[in-house]
């Protein structure tokens, strides 16, 4: 089960509010007027250490004739089926409501992590008034009143929410890798699968959103085995409308999330769009190893420098994640396409890879000692060492006397360092700065 968190509950209840805060964006609109909230809006939260993907969504209204809310009813459906804990939003101030307890009888039928959000608990009164909430009979449910808007309480909610998520590698039976194809409808990713494994296994037409579901395949390359996922076309939100679309985007961000390497597939006559790029961003986000494949460069007019031009005005958009590789490929001329693979598992390697505390002393403490931190205030800052921490993903740790002192541009410096010394092209990397 992936990591997503729903926020569910009746209209107006204050879901959007918290939304922006945990995603730590306004991105979702927000009015005193229900059902402002039509589509879904996607987040990424994180708490401790830990990601997680926020779905908002409409007001649950039960009973109605109007044909938005009868919409927002479906989508609230799929979202409670997908995520792996539902919170819901219920209002301290107006109290316990006829819809609050239809709501309720819904999730007495749904086996997951339930917690119900008092929100709008803004004082002591308000606060104690979140009791009333056990009415709803929903047990072993705990009740954590809040404030959306001045954020007290989130800390205990969040708490909760990141000790019921799901550990991947834990629960994983085989360690293998897990490489995902990503991209816009219609880029051509089933085709790509397909032509790998040399059958129609996946299906294929011109019409975009053929793919509905995430598909798992077990390949093997050069003695390697490893599971290859074609998602659905993540296109953008506003045109998202069918419900099935819904399902088949939060599968496709499922999919992201349990996978080690994503493929991010781009159609070369469209281009590199705004989608394209949320797509890689939130797969950096997660950590994700990544590589961009630029499919159908048969269909492009070319001479000796396009493919040069093409990737330098590429990394330039896609800066500061110019360090994943860029091929280009025809999926239909089977060009480049095993290439696409043996550069994932490379990156794969490139992410699994521990650097030894001694190799990386050698190699970045002279570049420091040639170019020293900055003094802050007249304070010099002195890194004494440098060691890689046990996590999934590489994160190196510099040990100095004044961490909080480090600028940004100094972080940039030290990340570019440490990739100019070890393999670590499509892997983005972690620093951390801690008190010596």
Excluded at 92 to 100: A, E, I, K
């Amino acid at each position: 089960m992936s990591n997503i968190v729903a926020i569910v509950g009746r209209p107006n209840v204050g879901k959007s509010t918290f939304f922006n805060r945990l995603v730590e964006k306004r991105q979702a609109i927000i009015h005193d007027e229900s059902g402002v909230t039509r589509d879904r809006h996607y987040g990424i939260s994180e708490w401790n250490g830990k990601s997680f993907t926020v779905i908002d969504t409409g007001g649950y209204v039960e009973n109605t004739d109007d044909i938005f809310e009868n919409k927002i009813k479906a989508q609230v459906i799929l979202a409670l089926k997908e995520a792996s804990i539902i919170l819901f939003m219920v209002d301290c101030r107006d109290g316990l409501s006829s819809m609050d307890i239809d709501f309720s009888k819904i999730l007495r039928q749904i086996d997951k992590d339930i917690i119900i959000v008092a929100n709008k608990a803004d004082n002591k009164d308000a606060e104690l008034n979140s009791s009333e909430f056990y009415e709803l009979g929903l047990k072993d449910v705990p009740i954590i009143p809040i404030s959306s808007i001045s954020g007290s309480g989130t800390g205990e909610l969040l708490d909760n929410i990141v000790d019921k998520l799901n550990d991947y590698d834990d629960i994983t039976e085989e360690k293998l890798p897990r490489i995902s194809i990503l991209g816009r409808p219609n880029v051509g990713k089933s085709s790509f699968i397909n032509s790998i494994l040399g059958e129609e296994r996946n299906i294929v037409t011109d019409i975009s959103g053929t793919t509905r579901d995430s598909i798992d395949t077990r390949y093997n390359l050069f003695n390697k085995d490893f599971i290859i996922t074609d998602t659905a076309g993540i296109r953008k939100k506003a045109k998202v409308k069918e419900n099935i679309e819904f399902y088949s985007v939060m599968r496709s961000i499922q999919a992201m999330e349990n996978s080690d390497i994503c493929i991010i597939m781009v159609d070369a006559k469209q281009g590199f769009e705004s989608q394209d790029m949320n797509i890689l961003s939130l797969a950096a986000k997660y950590k994700k190893g990544m590589i961009i494949m630029i499919n159908k460069w048969d269909l492009i007019k070319k001479d000796h420098s396009t493919a040069k031009i093409y990737e330098e005005e590429l990394k330039n958009k896609i800066a500061p994640l110019n360090f994943i590789p860029i091929i280009f490929t025809s999926v239909i001329n089977k060009q480049r396409i095993h290439k696409v693979l043996e550069n994932a598992l490379s990156v794969f390697r490139n992410r699994s890879q521990k650097i030894s505390t001694s190799k990386l002393n050698n190699a970045i403490l002279p570049e420091i000692k040639k170019y020293p931190p900055p003094a802050i205030k007249g304070k010099y800052i002195k890194i004494k060492y440098i060691t890689q921490l046990p996590t999934k993903t590489p994160t190196i740790a510099f040990f100095c006397n004044l961490p909080q002192y480090i600028k940004e541009s100094y972080k940039r410096f030290l990340s570019n360092k440490i990739r100019e010394y070890f393999p670590l092209e499509g892997v983005p990397i972690s620093l951390v700065f801690r008190k010596k």
